[in-house]
């Protein structure tokens, strides 16, 4: 088992940033992959980014592109999403996940790939 714990989230004006953490404890070394996902009221989930835990690679949707970076740490079973530049569009529960199986890139943003899920943090962006 694989517990996910997110944090970071919060109020931000437009244009401002946020880091989220998701720290992952258990059994550790019981995942390959991990994503973050976001739901916004009345709207479906969406894959933001996701991070391969080996080698770091990486892919994001391409709304956020050049504005978040995923990142990992691996001492510290910690992965992060740095948000820039925020827009109103990117107010969302986002939600860290971990994948047991090593997944191809193609398919890392798909969240039916996921085993394990935390609670969320609430990202609000707002003047």
């Known amino acids: 088992q694989v517990q996910l714990v997110e944090s970071g989230g919060g109020l931000v004006q437009p244009g401002g940033s946020l880091r989220l953490s998701c720290a992952a404890s258990?059994?550790?070394?019981?995942?390959?992959?991990i994503g973050w996902f976001r739901q916004a009221p009345g709207k479906e989930r969406e894959g933001v980014s996701c991070?391969?835990?080996?080698?770091?690679?990486?892919r994001y949707t391409d709304s956020v592109g050049g504005r978040f970076t995923i990142s990992r740490d691996t001492a510290k079973n910690t992965v992060y999403l740095q948000m820039e530049k925020l827009k109103p569009e990117d107010t969302a529960v986002y939600h860290c996940?971990?994948?047991?199986?090593?997944?191809?890139?193609?398919?890392?943003?798909?969240?039916?790939?996921?085993?394990?899920w935390g609670q969320g943090t609430q990202v609000t962006v707002s003047s």
């Open positions: 258990g059994l550790t070394s019981d995942y390959e992959n």
């Open positions: 996940a971990a994948s047991t199986r090593s997944l191809f890139l193609s398919s890392c943003l798909d969240s039916s790939q996921y085993h394990y």
């Open positions: 991070i391969r835990r080996s080698n770091g690679l990486a």
